[in-house]
């Protein structure tokens, strides 16, 4: 069992910074990468960042050179510098990991509740 849980998030003026937070916890062999995704009311789940194993980092267009993914592996959290936030930005923040356990194939998915991000218009 493994369990993502973020915080962070509320709501905040355009230019606005906001750093989100996730901590994981759980049977945890290693993990395979670690990303935020979002989503707006009535849209799709779209990938924000990823960092995978290696340390490596992508993020999405829309959000490259405002946003910063990084991993604390002493404290299990994976974190979202935002800033320069945009009424776009608006939406549910998850995280996702892809983990490998002991003595079981993987990866293996686990997905966080989420954390409501909104920008003012």
């Known amino acids: 069992q493994v369990q993502l849980v973020e915080s962070g998030g509320g709501p905040v003026q355009p230019g606005e910074s906001l750093r989100l937070s996730c901590v994981a916890s759980?049977?945890?062999?290693?993990?395979?990468?670690m990303a935020w995704y979002r989503q707006a009311p009535g849209k799709g789940r779209e990938l924000v960042a990823v960092i995978n194993s290696g340390g490596s980092t992508n993020s999405a267009d829309s959000v490259k050179g405002r946003f910063i993914i990084s991993r604390d592996d002493a404290k299990n959290t994976l974190y979202l510098q935002m800033n320069g936030l945009k009424p776009e930005d608006t939406g549910v923040y998850y995280c996702?990991?892809?983990?490998?356990?002991?003595?079981?194939?993987?990866?293996?998915?686990?997905w966080g509740q989420g954390t409501q991000v909104s920008v003012a218009s």
């Open positions: 996702h990991a892809a983990v490998f356990k002991a003595a079981a194939w993987g990866p293996f998915d686990y």
């Open positions: 759980g049977s945890i062999s290693s993990i395979m990468a």
